[in-house]
């Protein structure tokens, strides 16, 4: 039998938005955002870190301290948890690969009892 190795890694984002709906756009507020993601890479290579790190970084480093609203995709993207955490698992994804690493889960929270996650799947 194989063995699958993961790492787990956190990291906050303070940002403020507000919610659009139907009958018009909420109030702005903040967040820490806390963003905690599992990856995984081939057994026969130590992880560095700081090289996953500096991913991290290059995805928040636009959306750290700002108003999500005005910052694209959110501009036009209703900044809900969901659609951010959509948004950072497919960056995230992307950019992990460039360091042979699999993003296999991904928990964004806006408070510390509201969390959405997205897993990966071989599908």
Not at 16 to 45: C, F, P, Y
Not at 52 to 67: A, L, Q, W
Not at 77 to 89: A, D, G, H, Q, V
């Amino acid at each position: 039998m194989g063995e699958i190795h993961t790492y787990k890694m956190k990291s906050y984002i303070n940002a403020s938005h507000a919610m659009r709906w139907e009958s018009g756009t909420g109030q702005k507020h903040n967040h820490t955002w806390e963003v905690i993601m599992e990856i995984q890479l081939d057994t026969k290579h130590l992880v560095r870190f700081n090289d996953i790190e500096d991913n991290m970084r290059e995805v928040s480093v636009n959306y750290s301290g700002k108003f999500l609203n005005e910052v694209p995709p959110f501009d036009k993207l209703n900044p809900s948890l969901e659609n951010i955490t959509r948004y950072f698992y497919k960056r995230l994804s992307e950019t992990l690969a460039q360091s042979q690493a699999t993003l296999m889960r991904l928990e964004i929270g806006e408070s510390p009892t509201r969390f959405y996650c997205i897993q990966h799947t071989d599908d």
